[in-house]
């Protein structure tokens, strides 16, 4: 099973750019790389998906290295509003079709006046 | 909103008791994943249902069991609970086969076993 790593938590101040770091070094080939935001009590929303280089979207970025083995999730000017956890999941496909997504705990980001 | 509903919202069961919960799918989504989530913790995967048969699962006992309907909507089904099932329980869906498989949440469900 791909098992991913990342900070347990990160503060920033309104306005920068945050740059949160996944490492899942047992990714397999087919795996594809997503991004969920989950506020108290709700849901993970999905943020932005990739499999290699750099996938942008109206609200944020991800970057995949050549080796796959981390991802970093970049958040340009936060606000309040984007204080939430945020995990990244890496879908496993084992033999057989099986399909085994693992999340990490996921990076509780607080963003400051 | 991602169009993935799921009841009850919250609910009460004592221990040994037997739960059920629901999921209702993003139109045309013909998969759906649970999964438990704890307190402070990430969400983990409980199984994935595709065309109406389990085809993942993740490490949970057989006391978890689910369904899916032809509609693709879904059932949880928890026997003999434990006062460690306690948690926020969430559903997935999304449609397979495609060339990114994005999965989208429901709200969850909150049980608490007493």
């Known amino acids: 099973l791909a098992k991913t790593t990342q900070p347990i938590s990160m503060d920033s101040y309104e306005g920068q750019e945050v740059n949160i770091t996944c490492s899942h070094n047992n990714i397999a080939t087919n795996d594809y790389i997503t991004w969920y935001q989950q506020f108290p009590s709700q849901g993970p929303r999905f943020i932005i998906q990739g499999y290699k280089t750099k996938v942008t979207n109206e609200v944020a970025s991800l970057f995949i290295p050549a080796d796959r083995k981390s991802s970093t ?32 705990r996921g990076t509780s980001l607080i963003v400051h006046p | 909103e991602t169009g993935v509903t799921q009841s009850p919202t919250h609910l009460i069961k004592t221990r040994g008791q037997q739960v059920t919960l629901r999921c209702s799918s993003q139109s045309g989504h ?82 608490l076993v007493l």
Do not use: H, M
Request: charged share 15%.
């Open chain 1, 73 to 104: 999730l970049s958040l340009p000017r936060v606000s309040l509003s984007d204080t939430a956890v945020y995990y990244c999941l890496v879908g496993d496909a084992i033999s057989g079709g099986s399909y085994i997504p693992t999340f990490g």
């Open chain 2, 30 to 111: 013909n998969t759906v994943s649970w999964y438990q989530q704890a307190l402070g913790q990430g969400p983990q995967f409980i199984f994935q249902y595709y065309r109406e048969e389990e085809n993942g699962r993740g490490n949970f006992p057989p006391r978890f069991s689910g369904l899916q309907f032809p509609n693709y909507s879904s059932e949880l089904n928890v026997n003999a609970l434990e006062l460690d099932d306690s948690a926020l329980y969430l559903c997935a869906t999304k449609i397979s086969g495609g060339a990114e498989e994005t999965q989208y949440f429901g709200p969850g469900t909150r049980l």
